[in-house]
């Protein structure tokens, strides 16, 4: 296993969501009521890693992992690295392939 190991990454982070909210949306298909899909907003913890290593080729370089609370403290291991931890916020609006608004439920009529 590598030192990312039970690390989530930045991109693998809003991957998931966008895959919850496409089967959110799949699974409502049979709804009545429908509900537009506004803003998101996504807070996470992030470190921020610069690192100088070189394992199996790799060049050392900056890195985001998504962390815990309190992960901050956790140890840092071995090899010269800085690591910095950020709250980030970030606002997602999802939106169709053609600019629409991302609609849940039917497009039947409530009868």
Not at 70 to 88: P, Q
């Amino acid at each position: 296993m590598g030192e990312s190991a039970g690390r989530i990454g930045l991109q693998e982070t809003i991957a998931a969501l966008r895959k919850e909210l496409v089967e959110s949306i799949v699974a409502s298909q049979t709804e009545g009521l429908r509900f537009e899909v506004g803003e998101i907003t996504m807070e996470f913890h992030i470190e921020v890693e610069r690192s100088t290593e070189i394992k199996g080729g790799a060049k050392g370089g900056i890195k985001f992992w998504v962390v815990e609370l309190g992960a901050a403290e956790l140890g840092a291991g071995a090899g010269a690295k800085d690591k910095t931890i950020h709250k980030v916020t970030i606002p997602l609006k999802p939106v169709r392939y053609d600019g629409q608004p991302v609609l849940t439920g039917s497009n039947k009529t409530i009868e």
